[in-house]
């Protein structure tokens, strides 16, 4: 299960993690203490902001709305472990502390956004005092615009307040409300960058805006954030670059391949996220995907790629498939279908019985066929351990065919036919020392 740490009081206390919720700008962490008591950490952008301590939750406040209406990955998700590689040590402090790091880091507009987050927290009336302050402020320096953007964003975290929607409706701020009415040329400019990102998350991403909110990703240095936007919407964008960096500059190997896993269930380009996959070793993953579906010619290549270095554990466990698969994709061409079945039959054979094997291709007249019908014959018999051993030799069976090879040697010490193969088997599995001293028995046997 996935672990938090926070600092509280000077104090190291681990937080068991239960899901992410992702709302908007937000990022909030469910988690439990030891005795059970409920905690939300609160994120904003990139940002760690303030972990709570929470009992029960209001249904008109920020919180509620936010694990309504977002997205929630439990515990044990990629992106929930990702957000969480990603945080630094957490620090539960004071609503004033707070407030008074918000002021620091935010201008007033986005600050209150923040800290209306935290309305279940705070009393609302006060966070409304935050707001009036601020605009007013603005409202008495001439600065309009400023002022209209405090309500605007203030009610964007917190749609039922009266102050900020009267103040809205106001006539001194309807010229600035015309930019707003025209989306489009708002996000091409990029005004108003809070309001735009709302407005594209409320919208469930449009195709034609997700290309612009990832490069605003990127030149915020917002990292989760990029890599969330493209799990989520890659068939919109048309570049991996900048996420393969990411993805290699701070995650493991088996969390990239979690990754692009997903990716490849939905994209349109499942030839880009191989090479991905196959840059990363994940052999069993890119052979599974292929027997899913039919594989075209242009796809062969880095199917046998895949063939040839997945584990055993992979090909035994789907080998009905498999060998489906491979009379399918070369029907039209026995002598490669001959040579692609040997390199599989290699890792097959000392795992899944030879009449489970022939029931999936017993239609396909092929030499490699013939020969496991021949030892299957000759497994019955004793008396064809040479004949056998020859066949598991070709077969690449070295362990198999050593065992054959040694009754034999036993039957008739005075043959170098079997001799001759023991030291070829064993040279082949790479055991010189054994190879040696079969050579030197065959130096001893009379010609």
Not at 146 to 170: C, G, I, S, Y
Request: include cysteine; proline fraction near 4%.
């Amino acid at each position: 299960m996935a672990m938090l740490e926070m600092l509280y009081n000077k104090r190291k206390i681990r937080l068991k993690v239960t899901h992410l919720t992702i709302y908007r700008q937000t990022k909030i962490i469910e988690a439990y203490g030891k005795n059970r008591h409920s905690y939300y950490l609160f994120c904003y952008k990139n940002q760690f902001i303030n972990i709570k301590k929470t009992a029960s939750i209001q249904l008109t406040s920020y919180l509620a709305r936010a694990l309504r209406t977002g997205v929630s990955y439990p515990a044990d998700h990629f992106l929930t472990n990702a957000f969480l590689q990603l945080q630094n040590q957490s620090s539960l402090i004071s609503n004033n502390q707070m407030v008074q790091q918000l002021k620091k880091s935010y201008h007033p507009s986005e600050m209150l956004y923040v800290l209306a987050m935290f309305d279940h927290y705070i009393q609302p009336h006060k966070i409304q005092t935050f707001c009036k302050d601020a605009f007013y402020r603005y409202r008495r320096n001439g600065q309009l615009k400023k002022a209209f953007q405090v309500v605007l964003h203030f009610a964007e975290a917190r749609p039922d307040d009266t102050f900020a929607n009267d103040m809205l409706q106001h006539r001194d701020f309807q010229k600035y409300k015309v930019p707003y009415d025209h989306i489009p040329q708002l996000i091409q400019d990029w005004q108003d960058p809070l309001y735009i990102e709302n407005y594209i998350v409320d919208q469930d991403f449009p195709a034609p805006f997700v290309p612009s909110l990832f490069d605003q990703y990127h030149q915020d240095n917002r990292i989760f954030d990029q890599i969330y936007l493209y799990y989520i919407r890659h068939q919109h964008l048309h570049t991996d670059t900048s996420i393969t960096n990411l993805l290699n500059d701070y995650f493991t190997t088996d969390q990239q391949i979690h990754f692009w896993q997903h990716i490849l269930q939905t994209t349109l380009e499942p030839e880009q996220i191989m090479k991905h996959l196959l840059s990363l070793e994940a052999y069993d993953t890119v052979l599974h995907y292929y027997l899913q579906s039919p594989i075209n010619a242009e796809q062969q290549e880095t199917f046998e790629l895949a063939l040839q270095s997945a584990s055993t554990e992979e090909l035994s466990r789907n080998y009905q498939a498999l060998l489906k698969q491979l009379t399918v994709t070369y029907q039209e061409d026995h002598p490669h279908l001959e040579k692609v079945l040997q390199q599989v039959l290699k890792k097959l054979l000392p795992v899944i019985p030879i009449r489970d094997i022939l029931k999936r291709i017993e239609h396909t007249e092929l030499p490699i066929v013939q020969k496991l019908r021949n030892m299957e014959k000759l497994m019955q018999n004793p008396d064809q351990q040479y004949a056998l051993g020859e066949l598991y030799y070709d077969l690449e069976q070295y362990d198999q065919a050593i065992s054959c090879f040694e009754w034999e040697m036993e039957l008739s010490p005075k043959n170098a036919a079997p001799i001759q193969y023991l030291y070829k088997s064993h040279l082949a599995k790479g055991d010189k020392e054994q190879a040696s001293m079969y050579k030197q028995l065959l130096g001893n046997i009379p010609s």
